[in-house]
């Protein structure tokens, strides 16, 4: 007598059994509001707009960073300050090379960034977007008492913060409509440089700005290209 196992039914039975619970599986991994057009296309538009706020943050720190730090150091600025350069290394250093966002940067290559779930990504990329809430709110007003600060560079300035608000309130917006059962942590770093741009003496405020503003400059790409991949990764649109 030929045990069940061996039954060619039986087994074609329990290998279609298999595949439905596979198949069943993997779409109860796709969030809901993905699998309902009406949900998926606002969600689409917010991340377009999310991306073009990206963009524009990226020209306007650009032009930051030209108009103000350029014409700074062409002009001699710290030349003043040339005597506290040989004891100020070490902070000068990590003001052109460390960035508080970092810790909060999600993975862009490798195995990690291939098995990255995307709820996960999505939340570091808020806190890593939420990064600069503090430091561009402390720029903006810190800038407004800067004497030799012209109003473009004020302006530029208020657009940054804007956007990167905007920006923020867009990434939320898109978790809670595709996550809508999803616990959202805002775990925002401190940015370590926060008490220098207070100071009174310019050479340590001058340094903290351009921390801030070199970091959102290489920050900003990486905001674009996670934003870009999560697009495609939840809505399957817009990938290359």
Known sequence: MKLPLSQPHFCSFLLLVVLNFLLWEKAASVPACIRDEHCLKPVVATFNN??????????????MYLQFFVSKFSSGYFV??????????????????????????PPNIGREFIQFKSKRYLK????????W???LNR????LRVIKDVSETIHSIANEIERNNKLLLDDLKWIFTKVYPKGRLEEMFPRWEFLSLIKSKDKFYQL?????????????IYYTEFH???????????GCC
Do not use: W
């Open 50 to 63: 999310a991306l073009q706020r990206a963009v524009t943050i990226h020209n306007l720190t650009e032009q």
């Open 80 to 105: 003043a300050f040339s005597s506290q350069l040989t004891m100020l290394d070490h902070l000068i250093i990590k003001a052109t090379s460390y960035c508080h966002s970092t810790i909060t940067n």
């Open 124 to 131: 570091m990329l808020i806190n890593f977007v939420g990064a």
């Open 133 to 135: 809430i503090i430091p």
């Open 139 to 142: 720029l903006v007003f810190e």
């Open 207 to 219: 340094l903290a700005i351009f921390n801030l503003s070199n970091c959102l400059r290489k920050d």
């Open 227 to 237: 934003i870009k991949t999560l697009k495609c990764r939840i809505t399957n649109e």
